[in-house]
């Protein structure tokens, strides 16, 4: 668990002229529309994420929910849905993972979007909420993000958001199976690796005003 940190939240809403979203924990009632919507989106989980090549079940997920509420509760990794607070849709997945290096006060943002609400900015905006959340409600100091060099969808992203590039980790990722290769998964194994500080907050003109939209419960 973050340093210093409040509880972690039990749900952060976002409504602006466009949208209205419900991000919170998972919950394991939410399993069977979230193997539904990973059914949906295989074609654009399958290249960089390893876990899309797994059996995905609904009881497999209830599994896997049940086990990041206790993750959530510790303190060691938190994983949210984000739905629709007007028509309780299930949009995407996104967390934060706490920090891999020495800092205990970083937190790294993960996402993927259900294929049917994709390309409407949605990942770009949970992005930015996370950021803001995590810095100011958190008290995160560093919040990291990344994605494989092949993946040009994540890069305009975090591209959209302003984080700095700091590098790029040749063999971040484990070499994939032979199998995993003709399901489409990549072969690309260099990290680019980006981050914000608290310091860079004044530089991101999305900030002030992504921050006034939120409510943190």
Not at 3 to 22: A, F, G, H, M
Not at 176 to 186: A, E, F, Q, R, W
Not at 194 to 216: F, M, N, S, T
Request: glycine share 6%.
């Amino acid at each position: 668990m973050l340093n210093d940190c409040k509880k972690p939240p039990t749900e952060i809403r976002y409504q602006d002229d466009s949208v209205s979203l419900s991000i919170k924990p998972l919950e394991e009632k939410d399993a069977e529309e979230i193997t539904k919507a990973i059914r949906l989106s295989m074609k654009n989980l399958l290249p960089f994420m390893d876990w899309a090549h797994d059996p995905i079940t609904t009881e497999s997920q209830r599994d896997r929910i049940k086990k990041s509420r206790e993750n959530y509760s510790k303190g060691e990794e938190y994983e949210f849905a984000i739905f629709d607070r007007n028509s309780c849709e299930f949009l995407m997945s996104a967390c934060w993972h706490v920090g891999k290096n020495r800092n205990k006060k970083s937190l790294e943002i993960g996402y993927w979007t259900s294929a049917k609400h994709s390309n409407k900015g949605l990942a770009t905006l949970v992005t930015k909420i996370l950021t803001v959340v995590g810095f100011d409600f958190m008290g995160s100091d560093r919040i990291e993000i990344g994605c494989n060099k092949q993946n040009e969808t994540s890069h305009r992203i975090i591209k959209k958001c302003g984080f700095q590039f700091e590098g790029e980790i040749r063999n971040y990722f484990n070499s994939p199976t032979l199998d995993m290769i003709k399901n489409g998964y990549s072969t690309e194994r260099t990290y680019l690796q980006y981050a914000l500080l608290p310091d860079d907050r004044g530089q991101l003109p999305w900030y002030k005003k992504i921050k006034e939209l939120i409510e943190v419960l």
